[in-house]
């Protein structure tokens, strides 16, 4: 299972970013689907997942402005991101789960700045 993360990259405090997230190699969906990220010198962190059958929970730093979708037939997943802030840099994992397997992409940067 390969999952590759698209969509990253610099955007102005404020402005909106999409994340998107492609899962390979696997021929079934994943209960969980979602994204975490870790800022420099910080653990990772979840940010939003969602199951399969559509349960979503966000991380509460971004309640309300993030918003996670996802496309069970693809295996994809995608991260709205609005209303960006400064403490939102970071690396932002895409992360797919099927007990008892975890997979993680590679990480894409997302920096908010001015």
């Known amino acids: 299972v390969q999952l590759v993360e698209s969509g990253g990259g610099l955007v102005q405090p404020g402005g909106s970013l999409t994340l998107s997230c492609a899962a390979s190699?696997?021929?079934?969906?994943?209960?969980?689907m979602g994204w975490y990220r870790q800022a420099p010198g910080k653990e990772r962190t979840m940010v939003a997942r969602?199951?399969?059958?559509?349960?979503?929970h966000y991380a509460d730093s971004v309640k309300g402005r993030f918003t996670i979708s996802r496309d069970n037939a693809k295996n994809t997943v995608a991260l709205q991101m609005n209303s960006v802030k400064f403490a939102d840099t970071a690396v932002y994992y895409c992360?797919?789960?099927?007990?008892?397997?975890?997979?993680w992409g590679q990480g894409i940067q997302v920096t908010v700045s001015s």
């Open positions: 992360h797919a789960s099927s007990l008892p397997n975890d997979y």
């Open positions: 969602m199951s399969v059958g559509g349960a979503i």
């Open positions: 190699g696997s021929t079934s969906s994943f209960f969980i």
